[in-house]
């Protein structure tokens, strides 16, 4: 008995160590992948350093801010659609963000995006669009 007893004990502690490292390396790649999420809101970068290409984009009124996302990924101004919403969210520009016609280049930032297309421009104010 004392045997028996020996080795379910030692099943027991070895399928404990396993379920604790499991959750130790499914919590540190949680945390590695929020850490990076985090990181990637507040240190925009382009998609290309140098010598972008320029991109017309259209948005029009009835468009959210993520279908504006999926479209700008779509077109390869930015890399993930969800990190553009959440900058837009914690920027400055949050729901400012205006229907029009739109020359974007992929050596812009996300920022520098939403700056344009916050600003009314003389287009969008002759065409009556505000």
Do not use: C, W
């Not at 972008?52 to 659609?81: F, H, P, Q, W, Y």
């Not at 029009?100 to 009314?120: H, K, P, R």
């Amino acid at each position: 008995m004392k045997v028996g007893h020996l080795i379910a004990t030692v099943v027991e502690t070895i399928i404990k160590v396993v379920v604790l490292a499991v959750a130790v390396m499914f919590i540190v790649r949680g945390a590695t992948k929020a850490y990076d999420f985090g990181y990637r809101v507040f240190a925009d970068k382009p998609v290309s350093v140098s010598g972008g290409r320029t991109i017309t984009v259209g948005v029009s009124e009835n468009m959210s801010v993520k279908d504006i996302a999926a479209m700008l990924e779509e077109k390869g101004l930015i890399e993930d659609a969800d990190l553009f919403v959440v900058q837009e969210l914690l920027s400055a520009y949050h729901g400012e963000i205006r229907p029009g016609i739109y020359d974007l280049s992929t050596d812009m930032t996300a920022a520098q995006m939403m700056e344009i297309m916050s600003t009314v421009t003389q287009e969008t104010q002759e065409d009556g669009i505000s």
